[in-house]
């Protein structure tokens, strides 16, 4: 028994039973919000009893879930989540901020924030006896996918642009999926996986398309509320989260989170919520900028392969994030990028590009005094460095080779 009642459309609101539609509102294609049983929830709970929990992963948020316990003991699925907050004293000496935190899904067991989708995905795949689970993905969402469904022994099949980056495909065959890449982009690959999963009767992950993925994603702002906003009084001046944006879906994901916690009377202070694009692939921020909800794709170029999308899935839910939370969205250029990376390597945090993304925005809230030291910051950093090692040597110099004496060290070494 979950809490699980229903969907509502986020663009039309329409109501829907967990048995009516599976994937997006048939009236107009708008992405579906889960509806829980909010006053069940806080008749049987309080907050003690999720936060006395002692299973330290996303899962400890199971009443807060729409799927039942997928068991899965012992296997990586069961770690998914409750990943570290650093404080990253450097940072904030360098930037004057009184209160920083980071929080690494770079330690999922896929290495991305992506597992988090992907493991209430399977649990739901399991719960409805799904034989097959298909994604299409930039890489870490199929990656998640690929892993998490491994660990129970689900068939995965997944779709990927070929320009994905190589260590992104290794993690895909390793994990034992189906893998195909496909002569086009991200969103090339969407669509075809919509139209294969229609075809062959797969259960679709497709980010933001499947209500389930903003179910998984809100998990890290459950995670937020223990790890640092319970410590907050109402009087106290919000939190201030950077994310990174590509379909929108972990950004509305968020804040579907902090949503729930709204409802249950759990949270004091809604945080603001700071959306981060590539300057090459903004529609989302192109949207806010436009005061519209009105997404009108691009045609998206950026290092940052994860958040490279010409029409993001979700991306009214994710304007609504900033809007609704009094937060921004801001664009980066791929240089200023690279250069989060090497910042970010310099205190001991290996980001991929899209996670480095989120950091680099802070850095120009911070230049343009949007954000003061006196703020609360958090920045979420979305991926492992080691899922993209050709984007990481851009924000590097190349080691030096040189003959193993010591003439040709203290020659280098200008000793
Ligand atoms: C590392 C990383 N960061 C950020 C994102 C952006 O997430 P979303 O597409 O839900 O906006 C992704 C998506 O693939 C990602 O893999």
């Given at each position: 028994?979950?809490?699980f009642?229903?969907?509502?459309?986020?663009?039309?609101?329409?109501?829907?039973?967990?048995?009516?539609v599976?994937?997006?509102?048939?009236?107009?294609?708008?992405?579906?919000?889960?509806?829980?049983?909010?006053?069940?929830?806080?008749?049987?709970?309080?907050?003690?009893?999720?936060?006395?929990?002692?299973?330290?992963?996303?899962?400890?948020?199971?009443?807060?879930?729409?799927?039942?316990?997928?068991g899965?003991e012992?296997?990586?699925?069961?770690?998914?989540?409750?990943?570290?907050?650093?404080?990253?004293?450097l940072?904030?000496?360098?930037?004057?901020?009184?209160?920083?935190?980071?929080?690494?899904?770079?330690?999922?067991?896929?290495?991305?924030?992506?597992?988090?989708?992907?493991?209430?995905?399977?649990?739901?795949?399991?719960?409805?006896?799904?034989e097959?689970v298909?994604?299409?993905s930039?890489?870490?969402?199929?990656?998640?996918l690929?892993?998490?469904?491994?660990?129970?022994?689900?068939?995965?099949?997944?779709f990927?642009p070929?320009?994905?980056?190589?260590?992104?495909?290794a993690?895909?065959?390793i994990?034992?999926?189906?893998?195909?890449?496909?002569?086009?982009?991200?969103?090339?690959?969407?669509?075809?996986t919509?139209?294969?999963?229609?075809?062959?009767?797969?259960?679709?992950?497709?980010?933001?398309?499947?209500?389930?993925?903003?179910?998984?994603?809100?998990?890290?702002?459950?995670?937020?509320?223990?790890?640092?906003?319970?410590?907050?009084?109402?009087?106290?001046a919000?939190?201030?989260?950077?994310?990174?944006?590509?379909?929108?879906?972990?950004?509305?994901?968020?804040?579907k989170?902090?949503?729930?916690?709204?409802?249950?009377?759990?949270?004091?202070?809604?945080?603001?919520?700071?959306?981060?694009?590539?300057?090459?692939?903004?529609?989302?921020?192109n949207?806010?900028?436009?005061?519209?909800?009105?997404?009108?794709?691009?045609?998206?170029?950026?290092i940052?392969?994860?958040?490279?999308?010409?029409?993001?899935?979700?991306?009214?839910r994710?304007?609504?994030a900033?809007?609704?939370?009094?937060?921004?969205y801001?664009?980066?250029?791929?240089?200023?990028?690279?250069?989060?990376i090497?910042?970010?390597?310099?205190?001991?945090?290996?980001?991929?590009?899209a996670?480095?993304?989120?950091?680099?925005?802070?850095?120009?809230?911070?230049?343009?005094?949007?954000?003061?030291?006196?703020?609360?910051?958090?920045?979420?950093?979305?991926?492992?460095?080691?899922?993209?090692?050709?984007?990481?040597m851009?924000?590097v110099?190349?080691?030096?080779?040189?003959a193993?004496?010591?003439?040709?060290?203290?020659?280098?070494?200008g000793?």
């Open positions: 028994m979950t809490n009642v229903g969907y509502h459309c986020s663009l039309c609101g329409k109501e829907y039973t967990p048995d009516q599976t994937y997006t509102c048939p009236l107009d294609g708008g992405n579906l919000d889960v509806v829980l049983d909010y006053e069940h929830i806080n008749q049987h709970y309080e907050i003690g009893d999720i936060t006395s929990r002692t299973d330290y992963s996303l899962w400890r948020y199971l009443p807060l879930l729409p799927v039942e316990d997928p899965g012992g296997t990586t699925l069961r770690y998914a989540g409750w990943t570290p907050l650093y404080t990253l004293p940072v904030q000496k360098k930037y004057g901020l009184k209160s920083f935190w980071m929080k690494d899904e770079g330690k999922n067991p896929t290495a991305s924030f992506k597992d988090r989708a992907s493991a209430v995905l399977v649990a739901r795949a399991l719960q409805i006896g799904a097959v298909v994604t299409a930039t890489g870490n969402a199929g990656a998640a690929a892993g998490m469904a491994a660990a129970v022994g689900q068939k995965a099949v997944i990927a070929k320009s994905a980056p190589p260590a992104k495909v993690q895909l065959l994990y034992g999926a189906q893998v195909i890449l496909v002569d086009g982009s991200y969103d090339d690959a969407f669509d075809l919509i139209q294969a999963a229609n075809e062959f009767g797969w259960y679709c992950r497709n980010t933001g398309y499947n209500p389930f993925t903003a179910e998984g994603k809100k998990t890290a702002a459950l995670e937020i509320w223990e790890q640092v906003l319970l410590g907050l009084e109402p009087d106290d919000p939190l201030n989260i950077f994310v990174s944006v590509g379909d929108g879906n972990i950004i509305s994901g968020v804040h989170g902090f949503k729930d916690l709204q409802k249950l009377g759990w949270l004091k202070v809604m945080p603001r919520l700071f959306g981060i694009q590539s300057e090459g692939s903004a529609a989302v921020a949207a806010f900028r436009d005061k519209t909800e009105t997404i009108t794709p691009v045609s998206a170029t950026t940052a392969d994860s958040i490279s999308v010409d029409l993001p899935r979700d991306g009214v994710a304007v609504r900033a809007t609704q939370t009094n937060g921004a801001l664009t980066v250029k791929d240089d200023e990028i690279i250069a989060a090497g910042e970010l390597g310099k205190v001991g945090v290996f980001t991929e590009p996670g480095a993304t989120a950091y680099a925005g802070l850095k120009k809230a911070i230049e343009t005094s949007v954000i003061t030291g006196e703020d609360r910051v958090l920045v979420l950093n979305t991926g492992n460095g080691l899922k993209d090692v050709r984007a990481a851009m924000a110099k190349e080691a030096p080779v040189i193993p004496n010591m003439d040709a060290l203290k020659k280098h070494l000793a």
